[in-house]
């Protein structure tokens, strides 16, 4: 009998922060269900974020807003049975932990105990400084996120870049620094001038993981869905497309259609047959009938 291989061991925070002082690059990637979470485990990428982007991507919405709790939870733990070596972050959706410390306590509380996640990642400098600081005092690791932050997109005019004048690449490094200050384990940094990045990154401890932020951060993350080529129409200037998976799906999905409708599916062998003598049994029974 052949024994059984070792599970794999899960990455820990140490581990990233080893990875930063060696100069490895961090591995991060989208993931909002088991099939896709067993996908990037297979892959062997370091952190898996299910990122409230699962609003539009997964469930339809037309922004990350509409998102709820209980949406990101159901997500968020059909992950994290899919995955074994991974860290696993859970993002807190809008209007889940802005009004309060308490609040925000509460709802990461729930990701980490009802689905088990290693960090909660929460968006902007400002007030959310000071939910970090309180999250990390309740022993909950947190994830900050500055540059582009989707939650409150509509009020920096849309899905844009920021940080192109001096003055707002400051207004995010600072707000990179004070999240730091608070406790942060790690930073995500989307949608900025390569520049501002370079210019962050020996201000910071953290891990800094990029999303069209430039080379310079200690990792990357992209969507499940953009850099598999699932999704319809455009994607940002910083998705690299590393298959086209639509394309072959609808292929799929069209031949099969096609088999269907010309009776050449189902085949004989993806049928089952009766037990030898059974038929007429049954033609037998039905004739008593």
Do not use: N
Request: with cysteine.
């Amino acid at each position: 009998m052949s024994a059984r291989p070792a599970p794999a061991r899960r990455l820990t925070l140490r581990d990233l922060a080893a990875k930063k002082a060696a100069g490895e690059k961090i591995v991060m990637v989208t993931a909002y269900d088991h099939p896709s979470a067993q996908i990037v485990e297979a892959a062997g990428v370091d952190v898996v974020l299910v990122g409230d982007s699962a609003a539009m991507t997964v469930l339809g919405y037309d922004s990350t807003v509409p998102v709820t709790i209980d949406e990101m939870l159901m997500l968020t733990k059909a992950v994290r049975r899919g995955l074994e070596r991974p860290l696993l972050v859970g993002d807190l959706p809008f209007g889940s932990y802005e009004a309060s410390d308490a609040e925000a306590i509460a709802t990461a509380r729930r990701f980490v105990k009802e689905a088990g996640v290693d960090l909660v990642k929460i968006e902007r400098g400002g007030t959310s400084i000071d939910r970090a600081r309180a999250l990390v005092s309740a022993g909950i690791p947190v994830v900050g996120h500055v540059g582009l932050t989707p939650q409150t997109a509509a009020s920096f005019g849309g899905y844009r870049a920021q940080g192109r004048r001096a003055d707002a690449a400051l207004a995010v490094i600072d707000d990179a620094i004070a999240l730091q200050d608070a406790g942060c384990t790690m930073l995500v940094i989307e949608a900025v001038p390569s520049e501002v990045t370079a210019a962050l990154m020996p201000l910071l401890e953290i891990p800094v993981v990029g999303i069209g932020a430039g080379a310079d951060a200690d990792g990357q993350v992209l969507v499940f869905h953009d850099l598999l080529g699932i999704h319809a129409g455009g994607a940002a200037r910083f998705v690299r497309r590393y298959a086209d998976l639509r394309t072959d799906a609808i292929a799929g999905v069209t031949a099969y259609a096609d088999e269907v409708r010309s009776g050449a599916y189902p085949a004989s062998e993806h049928t089952y047959a009766m037990a030898r003598g059974e038929v007429g049994r049954l033609e037998k029974l039905l004739a008593a009938r």
